[in-house]
């Protein structure tokens, strides 16, 4: 039996975090939500862990996982939320948003279904929406985006549209005036999303590894920097789901470290990390295709 005993690094921590430890966390979050965590992210994971234990009151990381997992004191949430990374940006991978434009414009069918199934702290599904406004020249255009994420924390972010100038720097003055509000007085150095823009997107929570409340069929998918946190075989049963609730002329957009041209049995390639359903599959399925439905998402609420 071998025994954990911690390093002379580790003692001098401020709460006991053993490899053994580590391992747990990892197979929680895995077990949970699908994320692969590398064997490399010890020392984020304790950084991040670590404020749960501040403020939950805990002195050892091992009390603290053996009430997680024991379901004691709701803490799942918020364990979930420390551990998933919103890393995003208005017109982030740019080259997407053109593309997405002029296949919208195409789509024959209405309304249109876009799913941003990684919505963070909503910069991308509000993107999303500037990018079709722009298409349309309207403020009303024939578009629903429905936004998810795990992340509870970052979804009430998404929700609020109030993000600070540093946020939004980088974007155009016209797409600034266009698309937000600045703030006066107590909202000093904020900009808010227009209403009408926000008005195009129904946020909520949810988790891949889930039951998903979402039926399409979609127009578009964006699941952009997701993959890259989910090992082969995970990967593998999330685009399996992914492929019937697809338009079969829909577009999948992936992230630009992320490929699916080892998946050429669901999907093949349309560009620059821009793929759509495979031949084969649309042979393969052709009683699905024609056979699906728009169903009213009622599993999904607006926060």
């Known amino acids: 039996m071998k025994i954990d005993t911690p390093n002379k690094q580790e ?4 709460f006991l975090f053993t490899n053994d430890d580590f391992d747990t966390v990892r197979k929680l979050i895995y077990g949970y939500a699908g994320i692969n965590l590398s064997s490399t992210k010890k020392d984020m994971v304790y950084s991040r862990l670590g404020r749960r234990l501040r403020a939950t009151g805990y002195k050892k990381f091992s009390d603290y996982i053996l009430a997680l997992d024991n379901g004691k004191g709701g803490e799942w949430e918020s364990f979930v939320n ?38 963070s702290t909503g910069e991308e599904p509000y993107t999303i929406a500037m990018t079709l406004v722009d298409a349309f020249d309207s403020f009303t255009p024939p578009v629903r985006i429905i936004a998810t994420d795990i992340d509870t924390q970052a979804l009430q ?22 698309f937000f509000l600045k703030g006066r007085g107590k909202q000093q150095g904020q900009v808010k999303i227009r209403d009408e823009l926000r008005a195009l997107i ?42 019937p609730i697809m338009q079969p002329d829909a577009l999948l957009f992936a992230g630009h470290s992320e490929s699916l ?9 349309r560009g620059k990390t821009v793929y759509s359903l495979s031949d084969k599959y649309l042979q393969n399925n052709v009683h699905l295709q024609n056979n699906v439905h728009l169903k009213t998402n009622a599993g999904l609420t607006s926060k």
């Open 202 to 243: 129904s946020f909520s929570q949810l988790n891949l590894q889930d039951a998903w409340p979402v039926t399409g069929p979609f127009d578009a998918i964006f699941c952009r920097n997701v993959m890259i946190y989910f090992d082969k075989a995970t990967q593998h049963k999330i685009l399996q789901k992914f492929a």
């Open 11 to 14: 003692l001098q921590r401020e």
């Open 82 to 119: 420390a551990l998933t990374t919103n890393l995003t940006s208005f017109f982030r991978e740019a080259h997407h948003f053109p593309v997405l434009a002029a296949h919208i414009k195409q789509c024959k069918q209405r309304p249109i279904q876009i799913w941003c199934n990684a919505a």
């Open 261 to 269: 041209l080892d998946l050429t049995d669901l999907f093949k390639s």
């Open 157 to 178: 972010k998404a929700s609020s549209g109030v993000y600070t100038l540093e946020q939004v720097e980088k974007l155009p003055k016209e797409t600034l005036q266009r």
